[in-house]
């Protein structure tokens, strides 16, 4: 694989260069039935289309097993490395941002600056927003000021930039393309050849994608007092996604070509039902499920029925303890060792389906996101109605009927959940526990659990470190040393080690990223 993904890296840097160098030259042969230059309205879908498939999916793979989401069946196997933290620079999402994802947005950009289409340009920045978002908060030390601009040759050994100097820029992305969804002179409507596959071509959803990215991003800054803005985190998310169905997501599809099909259930290593990237949901998801954050009071939350399935065995709700495997039985209990006695993943409702929706950012994660910023601004109040909205969306995006969602709230209430957002951490446990639920598969939640810590206190007791450690590199005495960051991706290490230092999977998977450390 690795072979593969080297000799794609090469081709795209040859074609660039060619592209770059020879242009003049290769000008007499052009056909003009085979135009060189693609036009933004053709070129809006292989930018959406790689922000998911290159970028988000990529980068998800192997987070959604450090986030625990999902348990493997097996504790052999390369599936169960990434559940234990065993990582190496073996990991794609690097490689595949840099190289597919992040030169369709910026081909994008500048496509629409010739076009005189500043709609196309807002389009391209936000998704270079979000890829850089989304690396950085992977790797911390992302390339950024040497990337790939769509005029100059590719750098092959380009300077690092530091995550702070990152954030910055992902702020002024966001902005530009606010400004931009905001111009009214525009040649080209965004989805003149169908390729707006996100919005249609509806612009003004398009500029509150935007601010929901920016409150997102904003919102990651919370250990750093002299940055965190709780007011400019509330402006943002007031002006981001504001209603149901305004979501950002990648919509799969079925009876097509497999790649069109969601990878959690088709091709993205889910399909071998022996030995499958996850055999079922993780204990850990279940147990969110089933019990009110702070008082762990049991209640079955009616989304778990939508997301996943009962075991055949006794129609209940089961999942494994992270690197346990089958052979651990319930959370490691020792207990139910049958596959019968599980849910399988792959196929198990709303996320995991052939044509399930596979979300960059959602309305409910935006009221999660005003929530926190006003409970630390001291308004409980406001932060508990923008916490309900949150919950209701989501259960509502899942089909979850009105007389249900009032029950689980009314049970919520009458459990306390009030008086609970009168204290921070029990106010952050209900919040973190239910954008957990609501934005499953997603790295953003990995973000989130770094952010608090890995804390119990907000996620609950069953948050463990998962069971066969990878104890080389993680202390097995020390409950707090959790993995913090991914290693940098082979082929930059071979080809630019300078910028990117040390390597080594006890640096990289243990150093926290700058957001992560307190001023």
Not at 306 to 317: E, G, K, L, T, V
Request: net charge negative.
């Amino acid at each position: 694989m690795k072979s593969k993904y080297l000799k794609i890296s090469s081709l795209f840097i040859l074609m660039l260069f060619v592209g770059t160098s020879c242009e003049d030259f290769l000008s007499v042969n052009d056909n003009p039935n085979l135009p060189s230059d693609v036009p933004a309205e053709n070129r809006i879908i292989g930018a959406i289309r790689m922000t998911n498939g290159a970028a988000m999916w990529r980068g998800t793979r192997e987070v959604s097993a450090v986030m625990q989401y999902g348990a493997t069946r097996n504790t052999t196997g390369g599936f169960y490395n990434a559940e234990t933290w065993r990582f190496t620079s073996a990991y794609f999402f690097w490689q595949n941002a840099y190289t597919w994802a992040l030169p369709n947005a910026v081909d994008l950009i500048r496509l629409g600056e010739a076009d005189g289409s500043p709609h196309f340009v807002g389009v391209g920045k936000t998704l270079q927003a979000l890829i850089f978002g989304m690396l950085t908060d992977q790797y911390g030390a992302i390339v950024v000021r040497d990337s790939y601009d769509g005029v100059s040759q590719v750098n092959l050994t380009p300077r690092f930039d530091d995550q702070e100097f990152v954030y910055q820029e992902i702020i002024r992305l966001l902005d530009e393309a606010i400004a931009a969804f905001r111009q009214t002179q525009n040649t080209t409507s965004l989805n003149a050849a169908g390729g707006d596959i996100l919005y249609q071509g509806d612009v003004r959803k398009w500029e509150r994608f935007a601010w929901t990215l920016k409150a997102r991003y904003l919102n990651h800054l919370s250990k750093k007092s002299s940055l965190y803005d709780p007011v400019a985190i509330i402006e943002a998310a007031t002006n981001g996604f504001n209603a149901d169905g305004m979501d950002a997501q990648f919509n799969y599809q079925t009876g097509s070509l497999q790649t069109e099909e969601n990878p959690f259930f088709s091709w993205g290593g889910f399909t071998n039902l022996d030995n499958p990237r996850f055999f079922t949901w993780s204990q850990f998801y279940v147990d969110l499920l089933t019990n009110f954050p702070v008082t762990e009071t049991d209640y079955q939350d009616p989304r778990i029925s939508r997301i996943m399935q009962p075991a055949a065995s006794d129609n209940q709700f089961r999942g494994l303890r992270s690197g346990m495997g089958l052979a651990g039985g319930e959370g490691g209990s020792g207990n139910f060792t049958s596959p019968d006695d599980y849910g399988r993943f792959r196929g198990s409702g709303y996320y995991t389906n052939i044509d399930s929706p596979f979300p960059f950012t959602t309305y409910s994660e935006v009221k999660f996101i005003e929530a926190e910023a006003r409970l630390r601004s001291g308004d409980p109040s406001g932060s508990l109605t923008a916490f309900e909205e949150g919950i209701r969306a989501h259960m509502r995006k899942l089909g979850v009927p009105g007389d249900e969602i009032e029950a689980y709230w009314s049970a919520l209430v009458a459990d306390g959940v009030a008086g609970h957002f009168n204290n921070l951490t029990q106010g952050l446990s209900h919040i973190m526990r239910q954008k957990y639920i609501a934005l499953p598969l997603n790295p953003e939640i990995w973000v989130d659990m770094r952010r608090m810590n890995y804390s119990q206190n907000i996620y609950g007791p069953t948050l463990q470190r998962p069971a066969n450690l990878n104890t080389i590199i993680f202390d097995a005495n020390d409950e707090s040393d959790w993995i913090q960051a991914m290693i940098y991706e082979g082929n930059e290490e071979v080809r630019n080690p300078d910028n990117v230092g040390d390597n080594t999977p006890a640096v990289r998977l243990r150093t926290p990223l700058w957001w992560n450390i307190p001023d």
